[in-house]
């Protein structure tokens, strides 16, 4: 195409048929481009009397874009034809109500009338409608709690009949001294955990056209496998199937294959408040010279790494799993729990940040 000012006839009608092959849509034109059209044609229109016709073939945009020229260089001059930085968006939110928005987040949907303690998008739409008379879509709402720092995470729970208090001074008192115990007699400290394997796996998400959701064939039978554990945070782990329901008996079994393990050095295990591990045999084993036993307090789970073993195992290894009986699912299990022993540096990872 030739240089805009410097069109004669000869140009003109290059220009003409050049731009009636082209879709006359100026948003596809650079806004410098765009800037030189506007002006180029008021010149056209003033010097050699152009109708708006002849203009917008000349260079190849809407009839009515070419009117809008003309209509803005009456009002404004050649400066109204320039191109100027949009404006954008004004904000939705001041700086007061994102303010007053970061330090809602900090209590419980709960305390503002909500029948639930998380929150989520349709809560706090809710909550700008009630206290601050706006009215946000799902989009701005999202926007601004991503402007606050803040992200969309799965909380872990936490039972509501926990003692702070107790768990406190295992944290602060009888954890430092389980560790100082483990320094002086170079003892090696495991955590131990047992959980139930279902037959039902944990579904995941795959990728699936739209509105076609995918369907996973499991199998309709109840029940599952019984599984133990114990990890350390040096990446050493111990574990075994069960047929039998876990008592007293069963536990120091396991205990002894954990100490078997290590025929030369004491043996700490931290595990909770179960019955079968409370249970006076099983206290018993503390008056031998090898094993010692401690308990993390009733209702935390967060304080034994050994729960992410098994988290990891449904909800990784073992997630979407085929199995149609318990014995199928038990070869499953034990590949799953062998491939976590084998990966030392997996196990160490499940004591990232503990207590710190």
């Avoid at 430092?176 to 279902?198: C, H, L, Q, T």
């Avoid at 040096?234 to 100490?259: H, T, Y």
Wanted: overall charge positive; some cysteine.
């Amino acid at each position: 195409m030739c240089d805009i000012h410097q069109v004669d006839n000869v140009a003109l009608i290059k220009l003409i048929l050049y731009n009636r092959g082209v879709n006359n849509d100026g948003r596809k034109l650079s806004r410098e481009v765009l800037e030189a059209y506007r002006i180029r044609a008021v010149e056209l229109r003033n010097e050699k009397h152009y109708s708006v016709k002849q203009i917008s073939e000349i260079f190849g945009v809407n009839y009515e874009s070419v009117s809008r020229w003309f209509c803005k260089h009456r009002r404004g001059g050649i400066e109204a034809l320039k191109q100027h930085k949009a404006p954008g968006k004004v904000r939705t939110l001041n700086l007061a109500d994102l303010k007053w928005l970061e330090k809602v987040l900090k209590d419980s949907a709960i305390d503002h009338g909500f029948s639930t303690p998380l929150w989520t998008g349709t809560y706090v739409r809710i909550l700008f409608r009630r206290k601050r008379h706006t009215d946000l879509d799902r989009t701005t709402i999202w926007r601004y709690l991503i402007r606050l720092g803040l992200s969309f995470q799965k909380p872990e729970k936490r039972y509501s009949q926990q003692d702070k208090k107790i768990v406190e001074k295992w944290i602060s008192k009888d954890w430092p001294k389980i560790k100082k115990w483990a320094r002086e007699n170079r003892a090696i400290i495991y955590f131990e955990d047992e959980s139930g394997v279902a037959l039902a796996p944990v579904i995941g998400k795959t990728w699936s056209p739209k509105g076609k959701t995918p369907i996973v064939h499991v199998t309709g039978k109840r029940g599952g496998v019984l599984a133990m554990s114990a990890i350390s945070p040096s990446g050493r782990m111990c574990f075994r199937l069960e047929k039998r329901k876990i008592n007293a008996d069963v536990m120091i079994e396991f205990l002894n294959q954990i100490s078997a393990q290590h025929p030369r050095r004491k043996v700490g295990v931290i595990m909770d408040q179960a019955p079968c591990h409370i249970a006076k045999k099983v206290k018993g084993l503390n008056l031998s010279h090898r094993l010692r036993i401690f308990h993390i307090p009733p209702y935390s789970p967060e304080l034994n790494p050994d729960e992410k073993v098994w988290r990891h195992m449904k909800h990784v290894t073992l997630k979407n799993h085929q199995a149609q009986d318990k014995k199928q699912l038990g070869r499953l299990v034990i590949g799953a729990l062998r491939q976590i022993q084998k990966n030392p540096k997996l196990t160490q990872r499940f004591f990232e940040n503990y207590l710190t």
